[in-house]
T-cell receptor, first 113, second 113 residues
Framework: GENVEQHPSTLSVQEGDSAVIKCTYSDSASNYFPWYKQELGKGPQLIIDIRSNVGEKKDQRIAVTLNKTAKHFSLHITETQPEDSAVYFCAASRAGGADGLTFGKGTHLIIQP | DVKVTQSSRYLVKRTGEKVFLECVQDMDHENMFWYRQDPGLGLRLIYFSYDVKMKEKGDIPEGYSVSREKKERFSLILESASTNQTSMYLC????????????FGPGTRLTVT
C-alpha cells in the first residue's frame, strides 16, 4: 500500500518568514495530493490540493509543488502569520480520495512573533 | 456549508463494552470515512463506504466494524473495546461529483479504561 513520509515534525519560523513542509510518497499510481490544516480541538480542513497532471498550484500565500519523478510534494507558506500556527498534514490517494487518504504523520508549525 | 457532525466529543468506556460512534453529514455525499488519529502516527484509515450499504476495509480495520444503512449516516462499531483503541476518531465525507475534498467532523476522543 501507499506510504507517506512527512518532514519536519516540528517547524518554528519567525512571523513574516516562509515555511516549507515536505512529503514523499511510495505508490507511483497515486494521483491526488491534498494538504490539511488542523487547529486545536478541530477536525482537519483542506487548504490546498494538487493532482498529478499539474506541477504547481498557488492560492494566495499558499503553494504546493509536485515532482512525480521523485515522488515528492511540498507545501510553501509565504509571509507567515500567527494564525498559520497549526498542525499540517500531507496525504496521497490513487482515486482522488474516493478510497480514503494515506496521511503523513504531521508537522507542527509554530509562528514566532 | 458542508457539515459533518459526530455524536460525542468525548466518550469514556470500559474494556469489553460495545461502543457505537455515529457520524452524520448533511450534503448528500456518497463517500464516508472513519480515521483514527494518534500522536506521532497521523491519521489512519479504518473503514470507508462508497455509498449506502457499501463498506470497505481501510488500513487498520481489526477490532472495528461499520454500518451505513442511510446515506447521511456512517457508524463505527467497536465490538469489544480494548485499551489500545483509546484514540481520537475522525469521520469524513466526500462527494463523487466535482471536488475531491474530504470534509472532516470535529472528532470523538474515546478513552477505554
Amino acid at each position: 500500500g501507499e506510504n507517506v513520509e512527512q518532514h519536519p515534525s516540528t517547524l518554528s519560523v519567525q512571523e513574516g518568514d516562509s515555511a516549507v513542509i515536505k512529503c514523499t510518497y511510495s505508490d507511483s499510481a497515486s494521483n491526488y495530493f491534498p494538504w490539511y490544516k488542523q487547529e486545536l480541538g478541530k477536525g482537519p480542513q483542506l487548504i490546498i490540493d494538487i493532482r498529478s497532471n499539474v506541477g504547481e498550484k498557488k492560492d494566495q500565500r499558499i503553494a504546493v509543488t509536485l515532482n512525480k519523478t521523485a515522488k515528492h510534494f511540498s507545501l510553501h507558506i509565504t509571509e507567515t502569520q500567527p494564525e498559520d500556527s497549526a498542525v499540517y498534514f500531507c496525504a496521497a490517494s490513487r482515486a482522488g480520495g474516493a478510497d480514503g487518504l494515506t496521511f503523513g504523520k504531521g508537522t507542527h508549525l509554530i509562528i514566532q512573533p | 456549508d458542508v457539515k459533518v457532525t459526530q455524536s460525542s466529543r468525548y466518550l469514556v468506556k470500559r474494556t469489553g463494552e460495545k461502543v457505537f460512534l455515529e457520524c452524520v453529514q448533511d450534503m448528500d455525499h456518497e463517500n464516508m470515512f472513519w480515521y483514527r488519529q494518534d500522536p506521532g502516527l497521523g491519521l489512519r484509515l479504518i473503514y470507508f463506504s462508497y455509498d449506502v450499504k457499501m463498506k470497505e476495509k481501510g488500513d487498520i480495520p481489526e477490532g472495528y466494524s461499520v454500518s451505513r444503512e442511510k446515506k447521511e449516516r456512517f457508524s463505527l462499531i467497536l465490538e469489544s473495546a480494548s485499551t489500545n483503541q483509546t484514540s481520537m476518531y475522525l469521520c469524513a465525507s466526500r462527494t463523487q461529483r466535482g471536488r475531491n475534498e474530504q470534509y472532516f467532523g470535529p472528532g470523538t476522543r474515546l478513552t477505554v479504561t
